[in-house]
């Protein structure tokens, strides 16, 4: 499959997720030859928008939001031709029988094979929709490939995914989905794959034997910002746990698989998903989860709304946006050891840190400062900075037979003239040239539903579980507490 050439169709091209993330993608894959010269990018929205304006657009989202600039007007208007626009009702079958006369008009034009790439940036409702009026509107007769790109929310619980698939797979087969979740289309993600299974020091020590426990922090310094309406009714168990959290999680605990390769990974993270212990009680999820939300508070000394206070939320809203538990993977591998989450938004960090924390070494007499033996840490810094460290004890230099900890780094967004590709180019990239292996099975999202129904159903029973948190601190303070009982704490996250 070749990804140079193709024709990228972007559903919700006035939007935020098109300005901010979708555009400035396209831009970098280009500049670095991976879009080559034979695509075109039709931007389809309801409004209304010349050319020209759609044009101007995307050049004020790749100024602002690309790692490239916009080089000189030659080269860039020979990159911005490729880029045309049309309103569509997408209701209006009419509207995609135009969309295909276009589309054939360019593909004869860039000698396009008839693959074609559908990037959905719309609400989930709308797929299903979308999806019936591309193939009655014959958009999906051509003799190329037809990939459909999809965002998150996939659905509000379960049943409600379930019906999106079936939506969706009427027209569109598995293997023509690829379900984004931006989390796996970041490097270190991608990176724990070689970290665990290239490096002889740690796949050995991968389990339960060797592991007290594994904290995950996917921490924002952001509140709900204009998101109010659609975050409400999602809060952070549906916007980062049911997908990113979990991902990472399966990352992590995952067998090795028995290939590189799309569906042998995500065989394994399935048997992961389902291997989490099910909490099927209010009791349960009371003891095991807890749930937080943002009260007026303050961070860098400048004053900040509660989460109550927002734009578009409710103002006795018992929505969490904040999300912390103890997990279990009941494996044999992982039998037992617990599986620290936690997600929020007004914390005092931007970071997304993954630390595995090893068992103590024997009890011993060999060290009369005991205390100073620290355990081993692995961390793995998956966002804004990239990298890992490993903590190890090692002798502090002097007469005495003292202890300290050193870290050894490597700290990979430190290094000069590194520039990573987001997520996007990565996944815009892989859905081009058909690669699964970074993008959402099916089963997954049904087994990772099938989790958090029942977490959101016992928070519904009623919300005397909610605790508040000031803006800009770690969450509520049971949040420590929850470690604590265990005898461990939260590393701090950089
Ligand atoms: C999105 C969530 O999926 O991820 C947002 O909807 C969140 O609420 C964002 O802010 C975080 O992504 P990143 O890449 O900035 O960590």
Redesign the pocket.
Known sequence: VSAHEAVYFIFGATGDLARRKLFPALYSLYREGKLGERFAIVGLARRPRTNAQFRDDVYEAIKEFCRYKPSDTESWNAFVEHFTYQSLDINNVEGFRELKVHTEELEAKYSIQGNRLFYLALAPELFGHVSRSLRDGGMLESKGWRHLVIE?PFGYDYASAEKLNQEISEVFREDEVYRID?YLGKEMVQNIEVIRFANAFFEPLWNKNHIANIQITLA?T?GVEDRGAYYNKSGALR??VQN?LMQMLTMVAMEPPSRLDAEDIRDEKVKVLRSIRKMNSREEVVSNVIRGQYAPGSMKGKELKGYRDEDSVDSASSTETFFAATLYVDNFRWAGVPFYVRTGKRLPVKS?EIVIEFKNVPNNVLFANKQNVLPNLLVIRV?PMEGIYIKLNAKKPGNDMSIQTVATEYCQSCLIGINTPEAYERLIFDAARGDHTYFTRWDELAVAWKLVDPIAAAWKEDSSDLQFYAAGSWGPDKVEQMLAEDGYHWWPVN
Request: glycine letters at 0%.
């Open positions: 998150k931006h924002e952001v916007d980062m990113h997304t966002n």
